[in-house]
């Protein structure tokens, strides 16, 4: 197939057309035609390269031209369309979204039968589409947005027509009522005036606040009657529904007011339990009509009773509190009430609560007593003058509290729940303190050596603490954390100190015999006629009993000088190599081999030599000592030789020669 002609007709043309090509054949056996899906009528085989058809109506573009033979098939595809629809009106333009009416879509070229043929309005598929004519399409059932303005499209085969902005969905609209309040007992009638209601009275619905209209009547497309039910409070809205849309006009309808006029029962417990009744008038005419609260709580039951009563079971409330008493009717507003007509009663602390924690604070103490309420209340606990770190309502006889950092004992436990509070005197008290060691080096007994006083319980801030070590106060104490102190000792001497520490409130703690000066030290010796000067450290800054001694014997007198100096009178002796020792406050400190007593000859034999005498002679005496150095002799201006140092007390020596009498020996 090459060519057919004409290759476009109208989808209800029924006129003549020809088909061209090649090798058709001459038998008409088999010999038929297709133009897409549509076989036309009258196919006639006239010659090897043509073929005739008579239209029988169709829709669709671009369709394949198929013609079959008995030999074969021939295709031209894409070779024939028929004429694209048009879209001329949509009857009726604009429909209310409260009913889902049939809209006829007029134009042309919609097809000769009813062919695939869909219709759709804005995006929304029609969900019946029915062809009824090539100039006429009916969409079924299609729903939209109020006030949404659409495009209408009709499909047919694979062709589309349009019309664009073509249809309006119309709301349901109500604008205004008449009648706009009534008596609780209902059975009144208002009208609402509007638009859209609709051709007919067609499931029209009206409600006031959350209740149906005990009768809707239509009266026309923007009109309609509500008989009212019987109801409860002010400001309901009032709303119409047609079909499926619906509009509301708010707070368009009220019942007249409640009135509360007074109040049997005014006090109660916090657990709440007991009954009040409130009385008034307007209070409704069933018992699920009306409620009452106390304060900003609910009654445990509201029990209606008449137009003109409620009885009320309290709930619990706060101690020392007083609330307004309230009665609503209906789910809110319409209320009466009358202010600061019923008490709680106040809380009582058990009297025999105590507590003892932590100077750092965050102990957790326990308050008991009665009437803390039934919930988790806004309580506050405070110790003394400070309020607790948290505080937290457990039971209605039990509060909860982390205390605060503090110093000292009896203090007064304050609950504050509601208007009030109750307390307890002197039932807290914070742990004493406690020194467990210290921390330091050598404390010189010139004082300012800085330790380190650990314990517990010495407070979290900087409060005036004081430390003292035997009977002496410190030059200067500073407060470090609650378990640590640094002190400035003063001058002093000694070993066993107590060491005692005091806070605010005259507390304190003691550690038996913990600090110790740093001893005496004697380290040279200088002798001075008859007495020594002792050098060293640890003497002290005053005199506090000082005495020395050489050896094993006491000087005849000690005299302190200074922490670093003291005079030995010393006794005449003998011995050399003796110890110093220094006693200061008891304590005692050595120095070896420090002292000697100056050498006295007594004898030397033979006492008489000749002048060249070479032969060997003694000495005799004390405090010789036991060292050779330095050690040598002399017999008036001459130096024997071979001096030699036998004993403490003896040495020998060889006569060199010399000459004269009454001679010296040193």
């Not at 770190?389 to 039990?398: A, D, K, L, R």
Request: aromatic letters at 8%.
């Amino acid at each position: 197939v090459t060519a057919v002609a004409p290759a476009t007709a109208d989808p209800t043309d029924t006129g003549f057309g020809f088909v061209y090509g090649t090798s058709f054949g001459t038998s008409s056996v088999g010999f038929r035609l297709t133009l897409g899906q549509t076989e036309p009528g009258s196919v006639t085989l006239t010659s090897e390269t043509q073929a005739s058809f008579q239209h029988t109506g169709g829709v669709g573009s671009g369709l394949s031209v198929v013609l079959y033979a008995a030999h074969g098939n021939g295709t031209f595809a894409g070779a024939f369309t028929y004429t694209a629809p048009g879209l001329a009106t949509v009857t009726p333009s604009s429909v209310s979204v409260a009913y889902a009416e049939p809209v006829t879509l007029s134009g042309s070229n919609f097809g000769g039968f009813d062919s695939t043929v869909s219709a759709r309005i804005g995006n929304t598929t029609c969900p019946r589409s029915e062809w009824v004519s090539d100039t006429s399409v009916v969409c079924q059932g299609v729903t939209g947005a109020a006030g949404e303005t659409a495009e209408v499209v009709v499909t047919v085969g694979q062709q589309v027509a349009t019309k664009a902005s073509s249809f309006v969905y119309q709301s349901v609209q109500a604008t205004s009522v008449v009648q706009l309040t009534g008596p609780t007992t209902g059975s009144v009638s208002l009208t609402v005036l509007g638009s859209g209601f609709g051709l007919d009275d067609r499931s029209i619905d009206g409600r006031v606040g959350e209740t149906a209209c005990e009768a809707s009547r239509w009266v026309s497309s923007s009109a309609m009657t509500c008989r009212v039910g019987a109801g409860m409070r002010s400001s309901h809205s009032v709303t119409v529904s047609v079909g499926g849309d619906s509009t509301s006009i708010a707070g368009s309808w009220s019942y007249r007011e409640a009135a509360v006029s007074s109040l049997s029962g005014t006090n109660g417990p916090t657990t709440g339990g007991v009954e009040v009744t409130v009385h008034g008038s307007g209070l409704g005419t069933a018992g699920y009509s009306a409620k009452a609260r106390v304060g900003d709580t609910g009654c445990e039951t509201s029990q209606w009773v008449s137009d003109s009563s409620i009885v009320c079971r309290v709930g619990a409330g706060l101690a020392f509190s007083t609330v307004s008493v309230a009665v609503s009717v209906g789910s809110a507003g319409n209320a009466s009430s009358l202010s600061s007509w019923f008490s709680y009663d106040g809380i009582l602390l058990d009297s025999g609560m105590s507590g003892t924690g932590a100077t750092t604070g965050s102990s957790v103490l326990s308050v008991t007593g009665h009437g803390f309420g039934v919930w988790d209340s806004t309580a506050g606990v405070r110790v003394g003058l400070t309020a607790c770190e948290w505080s937290v309502w457990v039971s209605t006889s039990s509060l909860h509290c982390a205390v605060s950092s503090g110093l000292s004992s009896g203090h007064a436990i304050t609950a504050s729940i509601g208007g009030g509070d109750a307390s307890t005197g002197s039932a807290y008290n914070y742990s004493s303190p406690e020194v467990t060691s210290l921390l330091a080096g050598s404390i010189a007994s010139t004082g300012s050596g800085v330790l380190t006083v650990i314990g517990t319980g010495f407070g979290v801030h900087d409060s005036s603490v004081s430390v003292r070590h035997g009977s002496s106060g410190a030059e200067s104490t500073q407060w470090v954390s609650d378990s640590a102190v640094e002190v400035r000792v003063s001058a002093g001497v000694g070993t066993g100190h107590s060491t005692v520490l005091s806070v605010v409130a005259g507390l304190t703690a003691s550690l038996a015999s913990s600090m110790s000066y740093s001893g005496p030290s004697p380290s040279a010796v200088e002798w001075v006629s008859s007495s020594a000067t002792v050098s060293g450290s640890g003497f002290g800054s005053q005199s506090y009993s000082s005495r020395l001694r050489v050896g094993v014997t006491d000087c005849e007198s000690t005299e302190w000088v200074s922490d670093s100096s003291m005079v030995c009178g010393i006794a005449s002796g003998t011995a050399t190599g003796l110890s110093v020792v220094a006693t200061v406050a008891g304590v005692a400190g050595t120095m070896s081999k420090a002292f000697s007593y100056a050498p006295a000859v007594t004898a030397v034999a033979p006492a008489t030599a000749d002048p060249t005498d070479t032969g060997f002679g003694f000495v005799y005496g004390t405090s010789f000592g036991t060292s050779s150095v330095g050690f040598r002799l002399t017999l008036g201006q001459t130096e024997p030789g071979s001096v030699t140092l036998t004993s403490e007390t003896q040495a020998s020596f060889q006569h060199t020669g010399g000459v004269g009498s009454g001679l010296s020996v040193v």
